[in-house]
């Protein structure tokens, strides 16, 4: 089988914040490790304000599974 990734934008939706765009990451590297993927990406990107990825260490901080 084919080890299988995800790549988080950090994307803020419409009508939302940064926070809940850093939660709704949270979700989904929660829901991907109970699915069985292997790696999540963080994508770096810097002036964009509908991205919440500029900050990649505290991003994954904030994403990363507690053990």
Same mark, same amino acid.
């Given at each position: 089988? &084919?080890?299988?990734?995800?790549? =988080?934008?950090?994307?803020?939706?419409?009508?939302?914040?940064?926070?809940? @765009?850093?939660?709704? @990451?949270?979700?989904?590297?929660?829901?991907? =490790?109970?699915?069985?993927?292997?790696? &999540?990406?963080?994508?770096?990107?810097?002036?964009?304000?509908?991205?919440?990825?500029?900050?990649?260490?505290?991003? &994954? @901080?904030? &994403?990363?599974?507690?053990?």
């Amino acid at each position: 089988m &084919i080890d299988l990734s995800v790549l =988080e934008l950090g994307r803020v939706r419409p009508d939302s914040d940064r926070r809940a @765009a850093l939660d709704e @990451a949270r979700a989904l590297t929660q829901h991907a =490790e109970r699915c069985g993927y292997k790696r &999540i990406w963080v994508a770096e990107h810097h002036n964009m304000p509908t991205v919440t990825t500029a900050a990649t260490s505290l991003v &994954i @901080a904030h &994403i990363a599974p507690v053990r």
